[in-house]
């Protein structure tokens, strides 16, 4: 078993997490010899996945941070392997670790179209936006042999319902024949997360996501395509990125996007240890700075969790930031806000064996 040692660097190639630490609901791991002290050499981390049938799909939140009441996930784990990502802890809840193992040993959920086909239909149910890509990414590489989020969206388009996507994979293109008919009919907008503009430093911090010349390029073909793409500056990394705002933000229009947010790196649970072991190897010069900015919005600590705070913080810092983003955001005509999605378009397909199919 892995243990929370950071492991060898061979063996975690094109990965982001150091290490594979236990997560909070599993004893400590630890790795013990056999007795036979021979040198043997071990693989690396291979991306597993594994099937899992979803009782119920659609997830319902009441949080004031978030602009939308309900979304879905196709994938737990996200093989993009992006160090910051908020979403490793959710991997403890499966027995595994937020470390290499939330970006090695996936979930994918194949039935997710049924189950959400059977959800719509429901006369209890009451149409509003659907949020995809809130957790994991929809568009991770594991998409182009599963097409979980593809069957989703057939279902959607169906059934003529909003949806919002956030994502930084290059798959969605290959969706474009459902994405570009949803968006005229103003069904569908999609965010792209663009983190920095340096390529290395990419590579390094979300070694299997798309480079930054690669999204603004989808930032192109979705908005040739009819598609509001807001440009998301998510997360901004004090010391390392933020210096990147407003360059970003001018890519992003550039490249056509019509709107743009920002969200702070936020630490919550195993996420902080993990992301200082990182920067312990990939930015030991600039850790302690990082990680007193990121103290000094959150009252002295990693991460405050607070409905209103998590997402910028709070303090100087955090204010001059949001200026710097406001200024930069309308001088650039980003500041708008993106076109309410339709929702009175929504209806229930006929199906075989409904009363009206017999008319």
Not at 29 to 39: L, Y
Not at 222 to 241: E, F, H, I
Request: with cysteine; net charge positive.
């Amino acid at each position: 078993m892995d243990s929370d040692l950071p492991i060898d660097k061979a063996r975690r190639r094109g990965r982001g997490a150091v290490s594979n630490a236990a997560g909070r609901f599993e004893p400590a791991r630890s790795e013990e010899g056999d007795g036979w002290d021979i040198p043997e050499a071990r693989p690396g981390f291979r991306t597993e996945v594994r099937a899992e049938a979803p009782r119920s799909l659609i997830t319902y939140n009441s949080s004031p941070d978030l602009p939308f009441d309900r979304s879905i996930n196709p994938y737990r784990g996200c093989e993009h392997g992006c160090i910051y990502c908020f979403a490793r802890p959710t991997h403890a809840y499966l027995g595994l670790s937020p470390g290499l193992d939330f970006e090695t040993r996936l979930v994918a959920r194949p039935e997710a179209a049924q189950v959400l086909r059977r959800e719509l239909r429901s006369r209890k149910y009451q149409v509003a936006p659907i949020a995809i890509g809130t957790n994991t990414d929809p568009y991770q590489p594991i998409e182009k042999e599963w097409r979980v989020t593809r069957s989703c969206l057939e279902v959607l388009q169906a059934f003529q319902h909003p949806v919002a996507i956030v994502t930084k994979g290059a798959l969605i293109e290959r969706d474009l024949d459902i994405l570009a008919p949803m968006a005229e009919q103003g069904l569908l907008r999609v965010g792209i997360s663009l983190t920095t503009l340096d390529a290395d430093l990419s590579r390094r911090m979300e070694p299997r996501a798309p480079s930054p010349a690669r999204r603004l390029q989808m930032i192109r073909r979705l908005s040739a395509a009819g598609v509001p793409v807001r440009v998301m500056t998510s997360p901004l990394v004090p010391g390392l990125t933020d210096h990147e705002l407003e360059a970003l933000l001018q890519a992003g229009q550039a490249a056509g996007a019509s709107s743009a947010s920002w969200i702070m790196l936020r630490l919550p649970l195993e996420v902080s240890p993990l992301w200082q072991e990182w920067l312990a190897e990939h930015a030991p010069g600039r850790a302690g700075r990082i990680m007193a900015r990121l103290r000094e919005m959150h009252g002295g600590k990693d991460y405050d969790a607070r409905w209103g705070h998590r997402m910028r913080g709070e303090g100087q810092y955090a204010e001059m930031v949001q200026q710097r983003f406001r200024r930069a955001a309308r001088r650039l005509g980003l500041d708008a806000p993106q076109p309410k999605l339709r929702c009175d378009l929504f209806r229930v397909p006929v199906e075989r064996g409904d009363q009206l199919s017999l008319f």
